[in-house]
Nanobody
């Protein structure tokens, strides 16, 4: 079975940093497009970043966040720097298998940035 296990969320001060981790099992991240999404209260879910052969970032996080993979650990990361209160949201890990197009989601992890 496929499972995406997220960790690293929490409370951080504005200007600080967090690193989110998404440990995958049942799939190899190297054969998936991996992504991070977030949803703030009262707002639409939005794409934060994706990684496959290339990376893609939302304009709101470009230059501050960086998505990366560690294939040996079968884990994808989201390094978040210069955090702002508007980054406060539930962050979700996502995987889309390249061959099958099957889509998987993590449980979400809360990130709260205080001013």
């Amino acid at each position: 079975q496929v499972q995406l296990v997220e960790s690293g969320g929490g409370l951080v001060q504005a200007g600080g940093s967090l690193r989110l981790s998404c440990a995958a099992s049942g799939i190899s991240i190297s054969t998936n497009v991996m992504g991070w999404y977030r949803q703030a209260p009262g707002k639409q879910r939005e794409l934060v970043a994706t990684i496959s052969g290339s990376t893609n970032y939302a304009d709101s996080v470009k230059g501050r966040f960086r998505i990366s993979r560690d294939n040996a650990k079968n884990t994808v990361y989201l390094q978040m720097n210069s955090l702002k209160p508007e980054d406060t949201a539930v962050y979700y890990c996502n995987a889309v298998q390249i061959v099958t197009r099957l889509n998987y989601w993590g449980q979400g992890t809360q990130v709260t940035v205080s001013s």
